[in-house]
T-cell receptor
Framework: EDQVTQSPEALRLQEGESSSLNCSYT??????LFWYRQDPGKGPEFLFT???AGEEKEKERLKATLTKKESFLHITAPKPEDSATYLC????????????FGSGTQLTVLP | DAGVIQSPRHEVTEMGQEVTLRCKPI?????LFWYRQTMMRGLELLIY????????DSGMPEDRFSAKMPNASFSTLKIQPSEPRDSAVYFC????????????FGNGTRLTVT
């Protein structure tokens, strides 16, 4: 059974204080790992897809990296508007259309 | 593009009543998914369709839940009869063909069953 574990559950940062969110996964053959951002009252918004170990993707203050067992979402010099819940999901090679989501990390960036 | 559109945004109903949630996927997307989100269980896949045909409904919790997709631009999720434990946020998502295409989510329907 595919499993995704995200840590920490919640993270409070001061504006400008860089940090990383972790997504550990167990999957029978990784087809893709997805990062989403979810704001209160909204649906998850797609950020990145990573396909193979060693791959990195960047968008503004966010950088996602992938190893064979985990992914990190690095947040550099965060701003209050980066406050949201960040969700990680995996897609196994044997289930081409289903994503298994982690429970998310709730990030709060204080001004 | 308007994105995935769900209605209603909020639904409050009494136990035993029928509830129908609606979804309009992004035009041209031939996969449609229904998810449920709760604090305890996070995001759970209920059912998904490909070209209007249900492919996997193993996540549907009970026979009280049913979903249809009569055409490429409309899907419904029905709960009959509803129970308090069905209270959750229900999301619809769609994506085009291409196994690695990301899902695009609607803003959900918050269901409260009293």
């Amino acid at each position: 059974e595919d499993q995704v574990t995200q840590s920490p559950e919640a993270l409070r940062l001061q504006e400008g204080e860089s940090s990383s969110l972790n997504c550990s996964y167990t999957v029978s053959g990784l087809r893709g790992l997805f990062w989403y951002r979810q704001d209160p009252g909204k649906g998850p918004e797609f950020l990145f897809t990573l396909y193979s170990a060693g791959e990195e993707k960047e968008k503004e203050r966010l950088k996602a990296t992938l190893t064979k067992k985990e992914s990190f979402l690095h947040i550099t010099a965060p701003k209050p508007e980066d406050s949201a819940t960040y969700l990680c999901a995996v897609q196994a090679s044997g289930s081409a259309r289903q994503l298994t989501f982690g429970s998310g990390t709730q990030l709060t960036v204080l001004p | 593009d308007a994105g995935v559109i769900q209605s209603p945004r909020h639904e409050v109903t009494e136990m035993g009543q029928e509830v129908t949630l609606r979804c309009k996927p992004i035009s041209g997307h031939d996969y449609l998914f229904w998810y449920r989100q709760t604090m305890m269980r996070g995001l759970e896949l209920l059912i998904y369709f490909n070209n209007n045909v249900p492919i996997d409904d193993s996540g549907m919790p009970e026979d009280r839940f049913s979903a249809k997709m009569p055409n490429a631009s409309f899907s419904t999720l029905k709960i009959q009869p509803s129970e308090p434990r069905d209270s959750a946020v229900y999301f619809c998502a769609s994506r085009p063909t291409g196994g690695r295409s990301p899902l695009h989510f609607g803003n959900g329907t918050r269901l409260t069953v009293t």
